[in-house]
DNA sequence: CATGGGATTGACT
DNA sequence: GTCAATCCCATGC
């Protein structure tokens, strides 16, 4: 079952956090999130500080849906809109554990490692096969899905540290972890 | 309308 | 460690 938009009407640290041990499901395939960045309004980092533009508008808008943008003309960067409507802010999925699909995902990726496979934002969206025309669309009813992981009461212990790729704002401990997870990007905190 | 800069990745030195 | 690929879009004239 799938979180209600009360799960996402919530500040965005606190998705964040708790986002670490869900599952994201797509055409069949999924994994587990192991590692999440917070993006808020409030700070030079998040695309929402701008204000409302046409790229922003996802942003602002409902929470509990997918914001996706192209980044460096190349990458699909898959985030889940947070906090009431009207506040720019989104946790970016940065790595996934693999679970249903791997051979699919491979032959998407290529032949890597299965740590590898989800192992970064970019990494993620094309072993899932999400895209740019998924921008705007219900993490709760799809075609993107967020759920509960299986994991049990509370999820995997996580770790804080900085975030990364960015030049702003790069002291805010925004970026979450699952402990000792080797599907985690690098750097690992 | 022209310009410049990325919430990245993979290949290469 | 360095670096290019590639394109959306915010900004400024």
Partial sequence: MS???????????EVARDLIGCVVEHHGLAGTIVETEAYHESEPACHAFVG??????????EPGVAYVYRSYGIHALLNAVCEPAGVGA????????PLVGIEEMRERRGRVRVQDLCSGPGKLTQALGVELAENGTSLIDGPVVIRRGDGGQGGP???EGTRIGITKAVDLRWRFCAVGNSHVSRPRP
């Avoid at 009360?6 to 965005?12: H, K, M, S, T």
């Avoid at 409302?52 to 808008?61: E, S």
């Fill in 3 to 13: 979180f209600g938009t009360e799960f996402y009407a919530r500040p965005v640290l």
């Fill in 90 to 97: 989104a946790v970016l999925i940065r790595a996934l554990e």
């Fill in 157 to 159: 212990p996580v770790v």
């Fill in 52 to 61: 409302v533009t046409p790229r922003t508008r996802t942003l602002f808008g």
